[in-house]
């Protein structure tokens, strides 16, 4: 496609379980992010993955999210253990070096 | 690490009247700019950014923001605005000494009344 693609694009899911939010980024784009977006609320970032470089995780708020890009194209943001305060929208972006970044419809994810 | 701050949470404002939304962000030798808008319950999309060039951008839909290195500020305006306005703006810049990385504002949220 020719858009970032995210799946699921809604989740809900019980409090405790794990959960797997998927990212298609554009094709050649270099650059990742993972966002999440409370209701109402600006945007609180994640995680950043630029080539081949680490990733920047200095945004994950605790050591039940993690995230890998495999092949410098997909990407998957894990929680384990959910809680409610997770309930947020995941937003996914891809940017090719300095240029915009394109962002995804976001995965609504619902912990109840 | 670079650091973008919109100083007005909320800006209300009526409808065909002016509008400037602030942003401003922490000192670098090389950014890109951009600012980006939500309508309700809907996705991000860029606005109009700052690359290279003019300091000066334009919007298909008459807004404009100017690149004031001096005062590392990136601020949006729009002469007359309308009720189709009425959105979440986010100021974004791309470091050049932090691989690039987009960091973002907290938002402005632009309420235009009729």
């Known amino acids: 496609g020719a858009g970032v693609s995210q799946s699921p694009s809604n989740k809900v899911t019980e409090k405790g379980k794990d959960v797997e939010l998927r990212c298609d980024p554009i094709?050649?784009?270099?650059?990742l992010y993972w966002y999440r977006q409370s209701l109402g609320q600006g945007l609180e970032f994640l995680i950043y993955f630029q080539g081949n470089s680490a990733p920047d995780k200095s945004g994950l708020p605790s050591d039940r999210f993690s995230a890998e890009r495999t092949g410098g194209s997909v990407s998957t943001l894990t929680i384990q253990r959910t809680q409610q305060e997770d309930s947020a929208v995941y937003l996914c972006?891809?940017?090719?070096?300095?240029?915009?970044?394109?962002f995804g419809q976001g995965t609504r994810l619902t912990v109840v | 690490a670079q650091s973008v701050t919109q100083l007005d949470s909320q800006v209300p404002v009526f409808e065909e009247a002016p509008v400037e939304l602030r942003c401003n962000y922490s000192s670098s030798v090389s950014v890109y700019l951009f600012w980006y808008v939500q309508y309700p319950n809907q996705g991000l999309q860029l606005l109009l950014k700052y690359l290279s060039g003019s300091t000066l951008v334009e919007s298909i839909n008459g807004f404009e923001a100017e690149f004031n290195k001096s005062q590392t500020s990136f601020h949006l305006r729009k002469p007359s605005v309308h009720i189709s306005d009425t959105a979440e703006y986010f100021c974004?810049?791309?470091?050049?000494?932090?691989?690039?990385?987009?960091?973002f504002g907290g938002g402005t949220r632009l309420m235009v009344k009729p």
């Open positions: 972006a891809s940017s090719f070096r300095w240029n915009e970044a394109f």
């Open positions: 974004a810049v791309s470091d050049g000494n932090a691989g690039n990385m987009l960091t």
């Open positions: 094709s050649g784009h270099t650059a």
